[in-house]
């Protein structure tokens, strides 16, 4: 498919409350949009990259380099590869998954719009709405968090999961359980915030029948999460750490991953979370779709990943006013705590062009 041009947009987005985690505050969504333009058709991708790199190694600005400077004169070089043939094309270049997933996610989306195909039916998706679970970031008291988990409750959002860290673990997790039962579905997530000498601290979060706990340890730490794995009860899943299809294929081998979450962006892409979810339903690991605070664009290309079967747990595919009051596409909506899959060719999902020049802060256009 010939690429005649490629649009770098940045916009800045704020966020309806800030959403804290163990490794900072987040305010605003700052984001890199990419717009692949061929002769046929245009498609979107989205960068899930935050503005800092302290969810991964990656970050906005650097991933407009790494775009500008290498991704792009290998794609154009190659004269206008297909979606299936980027990560190929994309290999000799280390690391930067999340910059080639935008990449990957605008040429996919021209593909099947060109061809009249929705993503979710590409994917051989089986479900036209997924459950939706919600990230409840870490609260300033244990009173305001329980206040923000009986809001979402209300929604109706079928899966709550507590951002946790040192010092915002157990306390939280008994609170919510004794004030909303031990019927909800909860599950917590550390980002990396432990180390393996927590492994006792972790342990007293047993009682509380958990779904899970996300990324206790490094994201190298795959011995530490197998051996965590062995000493507390709560089943350990890995994000950070599941970085493709190889690294979910040896922590799984490890034991290092009794669930996996699959973010498209961490692993280069939708086509790789594919897999990822493949290795997993054949090892009988169970995997869920995570998210990155996506746009209406990202969102709905999460929504036709998690509506594939072998994500059988709720993801973190929550509505758009989970974190914007005003999405740069039409809202996605709580429906019974569910979110209905895009069926528009693509992704699905367009942008409203007011609201996204109002939010662009930057824009670069680039020919072959
Ligand atoms: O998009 O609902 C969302 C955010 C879900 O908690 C979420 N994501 O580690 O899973 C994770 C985090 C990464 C982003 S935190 C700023
Ligand atoms: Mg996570």
């Given amino acids: 498919m010939k690429l005649s041009a490629v649009e ?23 984001a890199l949009l990419i717009r692949a333009v061929t002769p046929d058709s245009e498609g979107w991708g989205e960068c899930v990259a935050m503005d800092a790199p302290l969810y991964s190694a990656e970050y906005v600005d650097g991933a407009i380099d790494v775009i500008r400077r290498f991704l792009l004169p290998r794609l154009f070089a190659a004269g206008g590869p297909t979606a299936g043939q980027v990560a190929h094309v994309l290999e000799p270049v280390k ?69 946790i860290e040192p010092g915002w673990d157990v306390e939280p997790v008994r609170a919510v359980r004794e004030r ?38 490094a994201e190298d730490d795959l011995r530490g999460h197998a051996e965590l794995a062995r000493r507390i009860a709560t089943p350990v899943c890995l994000d950070e750490s599941v970085t493709s299809a190889r690294a979910a294929a040896d922590a799984i081998a490890l034991g290092a991953a009794q669930i996996i979450n699959v973010k498209p962006g961490r692993v280069g892409g939708y086509l790789e979370a594919r897999k990822i979810a493949a290795v997993a339903a054949a090892n009988g690991v169970p995997v869920w779709c995570g998210g990155m605070l996506e746009t209406g664009l990202g969102r709905g290309a999460n929504a036709a ?13 929550s509505a758009s006013g989970r974190f914007y009051a005003q999405d740069i596409t039409a809202p996605f909506q709580l429906e019974a705590g569910h979110i209905r899959v895009p069926t528009g060719p693509g992704i699905g999902s367009d ?18």
């Fill in 8 to 30: 770098l947009r940045r916009i800045s987005l704020p966020l309806v409350a800030p959403f804290r985690t163990s490794f900072g505050t987040e305010t605003t969504k700052d």
């Fill in 305 to 317: 990943l998690a509506a594939c079967p072998e994500f059988t747990l709720p993801g973190d595919v």
């Fill in 351 to 368: 942008v409203i062009p007011d609201v996204l020049e109002a939010c662009t802060t930057w824009t670069e256009t680039i020919r072959p």
């Fill in 180 to 217: 909303f039962g031990d019927e909800i579905l909860l599950q917590v997530d550390a980002n990396t915030a432990y180390t393996l000498g927590d492994a006792r601290q972790l342990a007293l979060l047993d009682p509380f029948g958990l779904l899970l706990i996300e990324q206790p340890l």
């Fill in 95 to 163: 690391g930067h998954p999340m910059a080639k997933a935008a990449l990957e996610m605008a040429l996919l989306d021209a593909e099947l719009r060109a061809a009249g195909l929705p993503l979710a039916t590409f994917f051989g998706a089986t479900r036209d709405r997924v459950p939706s679970g919600v990230s409840v970031g870490i609260h300033e008291s244990i009173p305001a968090l329980l206040d923000t988990v009986a809001g979402y409750l209300a929604e109706g959002y079928v899966r709550i999961k507590l951002k």
